[in-house]
């Protein structure tokens, strides 16, 4: 039963507006990207309303403690496996690395189906099933496509998964475990794109891929928040993020201008590294050259398979965030990753995604060129769990 206060305290959201033309679109009915322009909508909340901080005091320790400032309207299409709320934890024992720095990881892998994925789909199912949507498809490097099959399978939605023929068998199971259909294709995440968008339209499925569906971001901002509330609300001089699509980074930015409507932070914000992989380094060039948007990469395998985007759809915003936040992109190789895996685990007693290791090497590099100053206080997010990625690593 919902009370008078709980109904005080739903969403927030009034539109979806596109960032680069300004149209403004009906959030009650189902969007994908910009009807203009094709750009990706950012959903837009009433934080004009004098809402205190003390809303959070003793609310439950999942993502969906934010629910004012997520998407769905009626608590009861709330679909929740308990994602969200990670651990922040410090470096301990490989701290002759990190000289003065503090450096912390957010542990995203303790998700349901052990990644940060789990944000992003949660929102988006949850809001689909809202809207009366039966049947979701998505292309997956894996990770999301496994999050989707968890959360379908809560909300009796059916589910169909793109997945590259390359991707380890683990996520493939988990998919047919989760009651999933899966479609494995000889490719990257781009050609799994195409396919599922032809598919979609012949079969009017709803698609959720990166950022062309306005609510996976919605869940992944709330890391942002997260951060902000971790860290009493001071947040961090620097944040490193494994950059495949950029739901994250686009999306923990988007937190803390909300963040700072609200009036809950100030205007400092930290300055925010995309690590990319070799095979998938369109923003680390795009970013270094001065350009505004990236090129097609080979696309080819890397053991981070969350990082085997071959073009970013939302480069261009990534591309902004970086600049604007006087922030940074670094290129890691598997063999780098493969390293700080095994360095991170046998010393911190931590298994980490390639993805998230891949920051470690690349805070690294950057504390050894001096662009990370001492003093500074760091954070790297560790995106998943390292369990899912043993035939890659081993
Ligand atoms: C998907 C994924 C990423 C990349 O996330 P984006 O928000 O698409 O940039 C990084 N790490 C892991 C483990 C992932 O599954
Ligand atoms: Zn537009």
Redesign the pocket.
């Known amino acids: 039963m919902i009370n008078n206060i709980e109904l005080e305290r739903a969403s927030l959201l009034t539109y979806l507006e596109c960032p680069e033309c300004g149209t403004i679109h009906n959030a009650g009915v189902v969007n994908t990207v910009c009807t203009n322009c094709a750009s990706t909508l950012f959903a837009q909340y009433n934080l004009s309303t004098g809402i205190s901080k003390d809303i959070l005091t003793g609310r439950p320790a999942t993502m969906w403690r934010y629910k004012e400032f997520l998407p769905v309207i009626d608590e009861k299409y709330i679909i929740t496996l308990g994602e969200g709320f990670t651990p922040i934890i410090p470096v301990n024992n490989l701290k002759k690395f990190t000289g003065d720095n503090e450096v912390f990881w957010k542990d995203e892998s303790g998700n349901p189906t052990g990644?940060?994925?789990a944000r992003?789909i949660s929102a988006a199912v949850s809001k689909a099933k809202e809207l009366g949507i039966q049947t979701i498809a998505i292309p997956t490097?894996?990770?999301?496509g496994g999050a989707l099959a968890a959360y379908a399978a809560a909300a009796g939605v059916k589910a169909i998964v793109y997945m590259p023929k390359q991707t380890p068998k683990v996520f493939k199971d988990e998919c047919h475990l989760y009651g999933a259909e899966l479609v494995e294709i000889d490719g990257s995440i781009s050609d799994c794109g195409k396919l599922v968008n032809e598919h979609a339209t012949i079969n009017n499925w709803f698609q959720v891929s990166?950022l062309k569906e306005p609510y996976r971001l919605e869940g992944?901002k709330t890391m942002g928040y997260e951060i902000a509330e971790q860290f009493n609300w001071q947040l961090p001089d620097v944040i490193f993020?494994?950059?495949?699509?950029?739901?994250?980074?686009i999306g923990i930015w988007k937190a803390f201008d909300e963040l700072e409507q609200l009036g809950w932070i100030g205007s400092k914000r930290p300055r925010m590294v995309a690590v990319q992989s070799e095979s998938c380094d369109g923003i680390v060039k795009a970013f270094h050259a001065g350009q505004t948007v990236s090129e097609f990469t080979d696309g080819g395998f890397t053991i981070?398979?969350?990082?085997r985007?071959p073009k970013?759809y939302a480069d261009k915003v990534i591309l902004k965030v970086l600049r604007q936040s006087n922030g940074n992109a670094i290129t890691i190789s598997d063999e780098e990753m493969s390293v700080a895996v095994k360095e991170i685990a046998k010393n911190e007693g931590l298994l980490m995604?390639p993805?998230?290791a891949a920051l470690w090497q690349a805070y690294k590099k950057l504390k050894a060129s001096n662009w990370i100053q001492p003093g500074e206080k760091v954070l790297l997010l560790n995106?998943?769990s390292g369990y899912k990625y043993l035939e890659n690593i081993m």
């Open positions: 990644s940060f994925k992003g490097a894996g990770n999301a990166t992944k993020y494994p950059t495949g699509g950029g739901t994250g980074l981070a398979n969350g990082l985007v970013p995604a993805e998230g995106t998943g």
